[in-house]
């Protein structure tokens, strides 16, 4: 195929791919710009393995890149001051309201990779078992990783606003 | 709702799509210069490749490094400068694998300090028994304790009124989740033993490494006991039979072992009840 022909056969992939991409980043990150930053780098990737990476499976591949760069860009991070602890959505790059969803407010209590977990199982519709291995658990532990956090986001809702009794 | 895949279902399906569209151009920047930068770096290897092969083939040709020893300020030396080993692309890696050297946190028994402070989240159910302190973490006490809230029926799938084996913080005025583990007598599978946690963790002091369980065991023992993969056993760090009626609560900390993959194979009983390990009957965060 001629380099042109990749070419447009990236963009319409991208074209095709970037709106559940990007929203699964901001799931991920509940960032804008981190969520940018992630899609970009992992479609630049893509791009730099086009021909490879098209035979490999292109969606696969990206969805892939983009929750190892999620889980990379979180490793890199330091800790916080203990003071910055509370309630709620109150950290830094805090989403916009029209940002938030069922789905957002799922994720936001859980680590980085229970979050991975839902997110590429079932919001990009991997298969249980490539979540599983690239994770090192096992399918079990995918699934009530889902439930647990289904729990946790019924019992939030059945108890917002009380406190402590 | 039928399950929690159904539940899940319907909360991607009302997830809207991102609007905007992408900067295809800084796109396709951004990979032909990481193109470049792959087949410099692969042609770079194999220079050193072809050196490594060919100066020792050289030197035995011609007799001994006296003949042929290159000039350290020549091609050779800067060529061996350059070719450090090549680090892992991000994509090359598994999620494992960036997970074992993560270090975002510092973390008590089972509590660690994220950058996302929303880890931390008021407990809102209702506190049913005894809190176990496990030590001190953030300016609190580290805790042990079952709240009683509505959840989920990790048996039937079904909403309902649940126990939930909690790790928490109190730091006397308010008491915050930090893990929501296991569930007495409602999780699927083995009802009798739950366990939570046996990951890699990073000390409070920022010096080492250890792993942190918690778990329960149906009906109330003295001791707890856990197996390490080298055959030891010993009673685990701390157990209460106060925490929730008819049940042992306890949790389990130690040193982390080097050779050890991600997560710590330790099994937990009682002396003549059940046991079981963390890979069979344990949860992650």
């Given at each position: 195929m001629a380099r042109s022909d990749l070419d447009v056969e990236f963009e319409e992939f991208v074209a095709a791919a970037w709106p559940r991409l990007r929203r699964a980043a901001w799931l991920l990150s509940?960032?804008?710009?981190?969520?940018?930053?992630?899609?970009?780098?992992?479609?630049?990737?893509?791009?730099?393995?086009?021909?490879?990476?098209?035979?490999?499976?292109?969606?696969?591949?990206?969805?892939?890149?983009?929750?190892?760069g999620y889980i990379d860009s979180v490793r890199r991070r330091r800790p916080v001051p203990v003071d910055r602890i509370g309630d709620g959505w109150v950290h830094g790059g805090e989403a916009p309201v029209d940002d938030r969803s069922e789905l957002s407010e799922l994720l936001a209590p859980l680590s980085?990779?229970?979050?991975?977990?839902?997110?590429?199982?079932?919001?990009?519709?991997?298969?249980?078992?490539?979540?599983?291995?690239?994770?090192?658990?096992?399918?079990g532990t995918v699934k009530s990783t889902a439930s647990r956090a289904l729990s946790r986001l019924r019992s939030a809702h059945s108890t917002a606003g009380k406190d402590r009794p | 709702m039928t399950s929690h895949h159904d539940e899940l279902d319907r909360l991607v399906a009302a997830e809207p799509a991102a609007t905007g569209s992408p900067d295809l151009t800084a796109i396709r920047h951004a990979g032909r210069r990481l193109r470049t930068r792959r087949r410099i770096v692969t042609g770079l290897a194999s220079l050193a490749v072809v050196g490594a092969i060919g100066v020792p083939t050289a030197l035995v040709a011609s007799g001994g490094p006296e003949a042929t020893a290159p000039d350290p300020a020549g091609p050779a030396s800067a060529g061996q400068e350059k070719t450090r080993p090549r680090p892992k692309d991000v994509e090359s890696r598994t999620l494992e694998d960036l997970l074992e050297d993560t270090e975002p946190s510092v973390c008590g028994v089972m509590a660690c300090r994220f950058v996302r402070p929303a880890e931390y989240t008021k407990e809102s159910g209702t506190v049913v028994g005894e809190v176990l302190p496990m030590g001190t973490f953030d300016g609190g006490t580290e805790v042990l304790y079952v709240a009683r809230l509505r959840g989920v029926d990790l048996r039937t799938s079904e909403d309902a009124e649940v126990d939930v084996l909690m790790a928490g913080i109190d730091d006397g005025r308010t008491l915050r989740r930090t893990v929501w583990a296991v569930q007495p007598g409602t999780e699927p599978g083995d009802p009798d033993l739950r366990l939570y946690g046996g990951s890699k963790a990073a000390d409070a002091d920022g010096e080492g490494h250890h792993y942190g369980v918690i778990g329960y065991v149906a009906g109330e023992h003295d001791v707890v006991e856990v197996t390490l993969p080298d055959g030891s056993t010993r009673p685990v760090s701390g157990s209460s039979t106060g925490v929730l009626p008819g049940w042992t609560a306890f949790y389990d900390t130690g040193a982390w072992v080097d050779e050890w993959e991600s997560r710590a194979d330790l099994t937990y009983g009682v002396p003549g009840g059940p046991s079981c390990s963390t890979l069979t009957c344990g949860s992650i965060g």
């Amino acid at each position: 195929m001629a380099r042109s022909d990749l070419d447009v056969e990236f963009e319409e992939f991208v074209a095709a791919a970037w709106p559940r991409l990007r929203r699964a980043a901001w799931l991920l990150s509940h960032d804008s710009h981190e969520a940018e930053d992630l899609v970009q780098s992992a479609l630049a990737k893509a791009y730099a393995s086009w021909g490879r990476v098209t035979r490999e499976g292109a969606y696969a591949y990206v969805h892939r890149t983009l929750v190892n760069g999620y889980i990379d860009s979180v490793r890199r991070r330091r800790p916080v001051p203990v003071d910055r602890i509370g309630d709620g959505w109150v950290h830094g790059g805090e989403a916009p309201v029209d940002d938030r969803s069922e789905l957002s407010e799922l994720l936001a209590p859980l680590s980085p990779r229970e979050r991975s977990i839902i997110v590429w199982r079932y919001y990009l519709d991997a298969p249980e078992s490539e979540v599983a291995r690239q994770l090192g658990v096992s399918t079990g532990t995918v699934k009530s990783t889902a439930s647990r956090a289904l729990s946790r986001l019924r019992s939030a809702h059945s108890t917002a606003g009380k406190d402590r009794p | 709702m039928t399950s929690h895949h159904d539940e899940l279902d319907r909360l991607v399906a009302a997830e809207p799509a991102a609007t905007g569209s992408p900067d295809l151009t800084a796109i396709r920047h951004a990979g032909r210069r990481l193109r470049t930068r792959r087949r410099i770096v692969t042609g770079l290897a194999s220079l050193a490749v072809v050196g490594a092969i060919g100066v020792p083939t050289a030197l035995v040709a011609s007799g001994g490094p006296e003949a042929t020893a290159p000039d350290p300020a020549g091609p050779a030396s800067a060529g061996q400068e350059k070719t450090r080993p090549r680090p892992k692309d991000v994509e090359s890696r598994t999620l494992e694998d960036l997970l074992e050297d993560t270090e975002p946190s510092v973390c008590g028994v089972m509590a660690c300090r994220f950058v996302r402070p929303a880890e931390y989240t008021k407990e809102s159910g209702t506190v049913v028994g005894e809190v176990l302190p496990m030590g001190t973490f953030d300016g609190g006490t580290e805790v042990l304790y079952v709240a009683r809230l509505r959840g989920v029926d990790l048996r039937t799938s079904e909403d309902a009124e649940v126990d939930v084996l909690m790790a928490g913080i109190d730091d006397g005025r308010t008491l915050r989740r930090t893990v929501w583990a296991v569930q007495p007598g409602t999780e699927p599978g083995d009802p009798d033993l739950r366990l939570y946690g046996g990951s890699k963790a990073a000390d409070a002091d920022g010096e080492g490494h250890h792993y942190g369980v918690i778990g329960y065991v149906a009906g109330e023992h003295d001791v707890v006991e856990v197996t390490l993969p080298d055959g030891s056993t010993r009673p685990v760090s701390g157990s209460s039979t106060g925490v929730l009626p008819g049940w042992t609560a306890f949790y389990d900390t130690g040193a982390w072992v080097d050779e050890w993959e991600s997560r710590a194979d330790l099994t937990y009983g009682v002396p003549g009840g059940p046991s079981c390990s963390t890979l069979t009957c344990g949860s992650i965060g």
